[in-house]
């Protein structure tokens, strides 16, 4: 396991402070096909991935792999043009690492977003949903290892993982723009395979009405750090059993469908940011 140490996180949150010269009030973390959001970003600063010091690269198709840092509704934000995954064979300190470089940059309010696969049998592709919950079945969690302090506890409370007042900001903004917004519970596997049926019927038993490859990790350590998290899921296809097939340019093609609605959502939930 490849771990991550303070030291690691300083020094590339040190050579980020070099190209960024205003301080950060939001991070968003932009999941499969959603990284062409980041265009909205006035006098942003685009740094790749490979640039910052420590941090992995992503390999996944649909996922950019670098850091932009502007403004969006005169809101301040660091966005991740993509992220880098469990199945890619980074360990999960590595995953959440991004996360970690936000706080030490001064974000306390996270949005997380990703693509994600229908459990809930009464969803349809290109639905947006309002994560209100998780499910970490990766096998892993990203505090697990040696403890530092100054990262928050150790045993961290998820009662409210994702904060209950952007959910509120979040359905407020979707009923200006005439945009759906379901809620659910997303649950976290490793992939990179999708589900089989027999394993979508059992996410459906134990609750889950979304299923995906990330986030959870990130949500986690964004908790330890103290940051308030809104989840959003665009569902992009219909589970194993569901559906017919899955396929990856599937998840990218509804993506690309839906971007003006997801900017409309992002960019009104940023803006009620800077309004508090």
């Known amino acids: 396991m490849v771990s991550i140490n303070p030291n690691e996180i300083e020094g590339a949150a040190n050579y980020l402070r070099t190209k960024i010269n205003f301080p950060l ?73 991004g996360i970690r470089l936000m706080a030490s940059l001064g974000v306390r309010t996270l949005i997380v977003t990703n693509a994600a696969g229908a459990v809930n049998d009464s969803f349809t592709p290109g639905d947006f949903m309002l994560i209100k ?85 990130e949500v986690i350590v964004a908790r330890q750090c103290g940051m308030r998290v809104l989840g959003l899921s665009l569902i992009t296809n219909m589970g194993a059993g569901i559906a017919s097939t899955l396929s990856h340019a599937e998840v990218v093609e509804i993506a690309h469908a839906r971007k003006g609605d997801f900017q409309n959502l992002i960019s009104g939930i940023i803006r009620s940011i800077n309004r508090e």
């Open 25 to 97: 009030q939001a991070g968003v973390v932009l999941g499969s096909g959603l990284s062409q959001f980041a265009s909205q970003a006035q006098n942003g600063v685009a740094i790749p991935y490979e640039k910052v010091p420590h941090f992995p690269k992503s390999t996944v198709e649909g996922h950019s792999g670098s850091f932009v840092a502007g403004f969006i509704e005169d809101t301040s934000v660091m966005l991740m043009q993509g992220r880098v995954h469990f199945y890619e064979g980074y360990s999960m300190q590595q995953v959440a690492m």
């Open 133 to 217: 919950d998780h499910l970490n079945l990766m096998g892993q969690n990203p505090l697990i290892g040696k403890h530092y302090p100054e990262w928050g506890e150790r045993f961290v409370d998820q009662t409210d993982s994702y904060t209950p007042h952007l959910a509120k900001e979040a359905h407020r903004v979707a009923r200006e723009y005439n945009i759906e917004l379901r809620e659910g519970v997303y649950a976290a596997l490793s992939g990179p395979t999708y589900e089989t049926p027999a394993e979508i019927r059992m996410l459906r038993i134990l609750g889950a009405d979304a299923c995906g490859m990330s986030t959870v990790p």
